[in-house]
C-alpha cells in the first residue's frame, strides 16, 4: 500500500489532501478568494491562529503553487497575499465547500 506521500501527484484525492492539510488552509484561502490582502489584514480575519500558525500556513500554500507572495520594495516593506492561478482555480471548490457546509448546518440545526 502505498503512503500520502507515495501518492502525493498521482492520486487527485491525496495531492487535495496533502495541500489542504494544514487546519487553516481552507480558512486562509476563502479569504485570498475574495481579495488580494496584507499578512496584518489576513491575521485580523483569523484572530484565533498565531502569527507563527499563519506564517507556516502562507509558506506551504505558497510552496504548493496555491498563492502568491508580493513584496513591495517601500518602507516600510509592503507584502501582498494573492491566489495563483492554480488557487484562483480552487474556488470553484470553495464555492462547493460553502453550498455543502450550509446545507450540513441546517441539516445539523435540525436534528
Same mark, same amino acid.
Given at each position: 500500500?502505498? @503512503?500520502?506521500?507515495?501518492?502525493? $501527484?498521482?492520486?487527485?484525492?491525496?495531492?487535495?489532501?496533502? /495541500?489542504?492539510? $494544514? *487546519?487553516?488552509?481552507? =480558512? /486562509?484561502?476563502?479569504?485570498?478568494?475574495?481579495?488580494?490582502? #496584507?499578512?496584518?489584514?489576513?491575521? #485580523?480575519?483569523?484572530?484565533? =491562529?498565531?502569527?507563527?500558525?499563519?506564517? &507556516?500556513?502562507?509558506? @506551504?500554500l505558497?510552496?504548493?503553487?496555491? %498563492?502568491? #507572495? @508580493?513584496?513591495?520594495?517601500? %518602507?516600510?516593506?509592503?507584502?501582498?497575499?494573492?491566489?495563483?492561478?492554480? $488557487? &484562483?482555480?480552487?474556488?470553484? %471548490?470553495l464555492?462547493?465547500?460553502?453550498?455543502?457546509?450550509?446545507?450540513? /448546518? @441546517?441539516f445539523?440545526?435540525? *436534528?
Open positions: 500500500m502505498l @503512503t500520502l506521500e507515495e501518492l502525493f $501527484g498521482k492520486c487527485p484525492y491525496a495531492t487535495a489532501q496533502k /495541500i489542504l492539510s $494544514g *487546519k487553516w488552509a481552507l =480558512m /486562509i484561502l476563502q479569504h485570498l478568494s475574495e481579495n488580494k490582502l #496584507r499578512f496584518n489584514e489576513l491575521q #485580523r480575519l483569523l484572530p484565533d =491562529m498565531t502569527q507563527a500558525t499563519l506564517t &507556516k500556513q502562507l509558506r @506551504t505558497e510552496e504548493y503553487g496555491m %498563492v502568491t #507572495r @508580493t513584496v513591495y520594495a517601500q %518602507v516600510p516593506p509592503k507584502v501582498e497575499y494573492e491566489l495563483s492561478d492554480i $488557487g &484562483k482555480d480552487f474556488t470553484e %471548490v464555492n462547493s465547500l460553502k453550498i455543502w457546509g450550509d446545507k450540513y /448546518i @441546517t445539523y440545526n435540525t *436534528k
